[in-house]
């Protein structure tokens, strides 16, 4: 699954499907598109994104059960 995380507001966004365009609302406006399929990422500030993996989310979520 494609995944990001914007560094300037925190927010992890994840495209669950093909044509699946997800964005974040702060002014870097980073968005992740893609899902399984490919995963096409951008923002108004490159280096104010990170790149996921398809577990990050899962294993923080573990924890806080």
């Known amino acids: 699954m494609a995944k990001i995380k914007c560094l300037q507001c ?3 966004l994840h495209s669950k499907h093909r044509h699946d365009f997800v964005q974040c609302k702060c002014s870097n406006e980073a968005f992740v598109d893609g899902g399984y399929d490919y995963c096409r990422y951008g923002a108004m500030k490159m ?4 790149i996921l993996p398809d577990d ?7 924890k806080t059960k």
């Open 10 to 12: 925190g927010e992890i």
């Open 47 to 50: 280096h104010l994104v990170e």
């Open 56 to 62: 990050v989310e899962d294993k923080k979520d573990e």
